[in-house]
T-cell receptor, first 113, second 112 residues
């Protein structure tokens, strides 16, 4: 089955720790995205990558970092510099760098205390 | 700054009712508008609208885009409890670097 997987589903961390969220896709999509969703809010773009070894900041990149070493994988690191890291994180992908339907992974709910 | 505004933010109806969800946008270089349904997890794709005035339909759901007035509506007829979800509107915009901007969503609750 083709799709996007994110792990883990739930993640708990202490304040001051960096944490990495996994995102893998087997759809052969070029473009991948990370969004953050807070209660009552829409999706806000953190980072995106349209090709391997290249990525751009989205609207709320501060306190986050990414890498794109393989086409299938786009991990997101939430660093200790992110002031309010507790949120629902969604990974998405679409083919090409144009205007396409975006497919979403199941999400990771991160809680930092 | 690109903006996508959805209304209402929440809506409670009874099974069998018809609902209309609204999405207006102000973006630079509009490309297309997408509707998603989100039930506590990953958003699932409903429609992509690029041309004005052409209705897209899937079962009891339909959507239409008005590019002159910069809005779209999502209609759900004969609602069922399984339609309860957050409905998200998103707009692709931009020149060489396309960007997808989401609205805050409309929380629809369908009571039996």
């Amino acid at each position: 089955d083709g799709g996007i997987t994110q792990s883990p589903k739930y993640l708990f961390r202490k304040e001051g720790q960096n944490v990495t969220l996994s995102c893998e896709q087997n759809l052969n999509h070029d473009a991948m995205y990370w969004y953050r969703q807070d209660p009552g809010q829409g999706l806000r773009l953190i980072y995106y990558s349209q090709i391997v070894n290249d990525f751009q900041k989205g609207d709320i990149a501060e306190g986050y970092s990414v890498s794109r070493e393989k086409k299938e994988s786009f991990p997101l690191t939430v660093t200790s510099a992110q002031k309010n890291p507790t949120a629902f994180y969604l990974c998405a992908s679409n083919r090409g760098s144009g205007v396409y339907e975006q497919y979403f992974g199941p999400g990771t709910r991160l809680t930092v205390t | 700054e690109d903006k996508v505004v959805q209304s209402p933010l929440s809506l409670v109806v009874h099974e069998g009712d018809t609902v209309t969800l609204n999405c207006s946008y102000e973006v630079t270089n509009f490309r297309s508008l997408l509707w998603y349904k989100q039930e506590k997890k990953a958003p699932t794709f409903l429609f992509m609208l690029t041309s004005s005035g052409i209705e897209k339909k899937s079962g009891r759901l339909s959507s239409i885009l008005d590019k002159k007035e910069l809005f779209s509506i999502l209609n759900i007829t004969a609602t069922q409890t399984g339609d309860s979800a957050v409905y998200l509107c998103a707009v692709w915009s931009g020149g060489s670097n396309y960007k997808l901007t989401f609205g805050k969503g409309t929380l629809l609750t369908v009571n039996p």
